[in-house]
């Protein structure tokens, strides 16, 4: 009696480049395409963006998610091939990752809940720089942050847009969280801290009126907040899969050593 393979059932995505949707019909064409609701895993062809799409929309799911790159940037992504996918799926390496909890009150009470798998970032919306008041654990750490704002990125968020703004790049499976903040004004030399993701981070914005702030989760964006709240959602694991000699934690290594 043959064993069924363990990825049997393969969902495949694709983005609207053309390069992906080429590889998109090739590939289902392969190996079929079966209903996400109904796959093993699924399969994203793109880039980060698509991978991190995917992602939030299988967040609840605990599927597996493979990617292969067929976008621009591809740090999130495996090498694309044809060849005997199967076989790769049933060599690659997981790495699980927890999400962020953002809950973001704005300046008419409303309460939005959001998740990021890369960062919470708060921005300026005019050109007014933010002024923000940081909480760790509900104690205060920075009376006053005067800046273009200020984001709590993951260890899989680390080489994205916290790298830009100057951030640690953090392990992939190091317990802890990089505030980070983003052109500080005041004070000047602040270059961020690391937390222990068990943190519960308050952001507070000050004179709000005069300066509005928005907040960012990945892409769910929310204006004119007041409050923001992060910490670390322990009750969601998602899984990625990535080549052997190629997992996260290789990527992350290697990042700290380019130039």
Same mark, same amino acid.
């Given at each position: 009696? @043959?064993?069924? *393979?363990?990825?049997? &059932? !393969?969902?495949?995505?694709?983005?609207?480049?053309?390069?992906?949707?080429? =590889?998109? /019909?090739?590939?289902?064409?392969?190996?079929?395409?079966?209903?996400?609701?109904?796959?093993?895993?699924?399969?994203?062809?793109?880039?980060?963006?698509?991978?991190?799409?995917?992602?939030?929309?299988?967040?609840?799911?605990?599927?597996?998610?493979?990617?292969?790159?067929?976008?621009?940037?591809?740090?999130?992504?495996?090498?694309?091939?044809?060849?005997?996918?199967?076989?790769?799926?049933?060599?690659?390496?997981?790495?699980?990752?927890?999400?962020?909890?953002?809950?973001?009150?704005?300046?008419?009470?409303?309460?939005?809940?959001?998740?990021?798998?890369?960062?919470?970032?708060?921005?300026?919306? @005019?050109?007014? *720089?933010?002024?923000? &008041? !940081?909480?760790?654990?509900?104690?205060?750490?920075?009376?006053?942050?005067? =800046?273009? /704002?200020?984001?709590?990125?993951?260890?899989?968020?680390?080489?994205?847009?916290?790298?830009?703004?100057?951030?640690?790049?953090?392990?992939?499976?190091?317990?802890?969280?990089?505030?980070?903040?983003?052109?500080?004004?005041?004070?000047?030399?602040?270059?961020?801290?690391?937390?222990?993701?068990?943190?519960?981070?308050?952001?507070?914005?000050?004179?709000?009126?005069?300066?509005?702030?928005?907040?960012?989760?990945?892409?769910?964006?929310?204006?004119?907040?007041?409050?923001?709240?992060?910490?670390?959602?322990?009750?969601?694991?998602?899984?990625?899969?990535?080549?052997?000699?190629?997992?996260?934690?290789?990527?992350?290594?290697?990042?700290?050593?380019?130039?």
């Amino acid at each position: 009696m @043959t064993k069924p *393979a363990r990825y049997d &059932r !393969i969902a495949f995505v694709a983005s609207p480049s053309s390069e992906a949707q080429a =590889a998109f /019909g090739q590939l289902t064409s392969d190996y079929g395409n079966c209903n996400p609701n109904e796959a093993d895993i699924v399969v994203a062809l793109g880039g980060d963006g698509l991978m991190l799409q995917t992602l939030h929309q299988n967040m609840h799911t605990g599927k597996p998610i493979y990617g292969m790159h067929r976008g621009t940037v591809g740090f999130l992504m495996n090498e694309y091939s044809t060849h005997d996918l199967r076989a790769r799926l049933e060599a690659a390496q997981e790495s699980e990752i927890n999400p962020l909890l953002m809950r973001a009150t704005d300046v008419n009470d409303r309460v939005h809940l959001h998740h990021a798998i890369n960062e919470v970032a708060l921005f300026r919306q @005019t050109y007014q *720089a933010a002024r923000l &008041r !940081i909480l760790i654990d509900e104690r205060e750490r920075m009376p006053e942050l005067i =800046a273009d /704002g200020i984001m709590v990125a993951t260890p899989a968020g680390s080489t994205a847009y916290n790298l830009s703004a100057q951030g640690p790049i953090l392990p992939i499976n190091a317990a802890l969280l990089a505030l980070t903040p983003i052109s500080a004004f005041r004070p000047r030399r602040w270059r961020g801290a690391l937390l222990p993701n068990t943190a519960y981070v308050v952001i507070e914005v000050l004179e709000g009126d005069k300066r509005p702030v928005a907040a960012v989760a990945d892409h769910d964006e929310v204006r004119d907040v007041r409050r923001v709240e992060v910490l670390s959602d322990k009750t969601i694991s998602m899984r990625m899969l990535f080549d052997p000699g190629h997992s996260l934690e290789e990527r992350i290594l290697r990042e700290q050593f380019g130039y």
